[in-house]
């Protein structure tokens, strides 16, 4: 994208003209979407004692992967918990 100046959509076509089984999935395309927001540098110009700044389309999109991180483990917990549980009612003390 960045090499030939196109954008994501105009990549995607780009490699399924050359490999028409191609079809990235959803989290991927949404990483796309946030490099060319960054214009394909996720660093600002500016520095705070030295250090490059993270753009906020960045900064919003690794907030995004950390929350839905943290649903899925809550979910899996959740589910873990459930499952536990049901197994102590099968399995015993009835006696």
Not at 29 to 36: A, C, D, F, G, S
Not at 55 to 73: C, F, Q, T
Request: aromatic share 8%.
């Amino acid at each position: 994208m960045q090499r030939y100046g196109i954008s994501r959509s105009a990549a995607k076509r780009l490699v399924r003209a050359k490999r028409n089984v191609a079809n990235p999935n959803a989290g991927f395309y949404r990483q796309l979407k946030v490099w060319e927001a960054c214009r394909y540098d996720i660093h600002t110009l500016w520095a705070i004692d030295g250090v490059r700044q993270l753009k906020m389309e960045y900064r919003e999109w690794l907030g995004d992967v950390e929350e839905e991180k943290r649903k899925r483990e809550l979910e899996l917990e959740a589910r873990g918990g459930e499952e536990e549980g049901e197994e102590a009612g099968r399995g015993g003390g009835g006696g």
